[in-house]
């Protein structure tokens, strides 16, 4: 069964720090592009970090400097390392994966593969 499936979310405070993870599995491989996206209730989901089979990264103007997003393709795990939180990095966070090497795109329509989400809360 392709599946991902995320973990690490949680409630921190302003300027904390929150790793989270993406396990895959089944026919699913981190080597190709994949991607953290977020989405806020009412709001359409945004690309916050892609990393080809390169492993080139691009990154959402709003988080640069701030995450980092990684794999380890021998693990098939995908990782987004956040720092210096803020209120507005608050949402539901989704790794996805798609099944072509790159160059990776930003939008949510070409990946093929998704987890469940894992809530991601910052407060004041």
């Known amino acids: 069964q392709e599946q991902l499936v995320e973990s690490g979310g949680g409630s921190v405070q302003t300027g904390g720090s929150l790793t989270l993870s993406c396990a895959a599995s089944?026919?699913?491989?981190?080597?190709?592009?994949v991607g953290w996206f977020r989405q806020i209730p009412g709001k359409a989901r945004e690309r916050v970090a892609t990393?080809?089979?390169?492993?080139?990264?691009t990154y959402a103007d709003s988080v640069k400097g701030r995450f980092t997003i990684s794999k380890d393709n021998a693990k098939n795990t995908l990782y987004l390392e956040m720092t210096s939180l803020k209120p507005e990095d608050t949402a539901m966070y989704y790794c996805?994966?798609?099944?072509?090497?790159?160059?990776?795109?930003?939008?949510?329509?070409?990946?093929?593969?998704w987890g469940q989400g894992t809530q991601v809360t910052v407060s004041s």
């Open positions: 990393m080809d089979g390169n492993f080139r990264s």
């Open positions: 996805a994966a798609d099944v072509r090497l790159g160059p990776c795109t930003s939008d949510e329509v070409d990946y093929v593969y």
């Open positions: 089944g026919r699913v491989r981190v080597r190709y592009c």
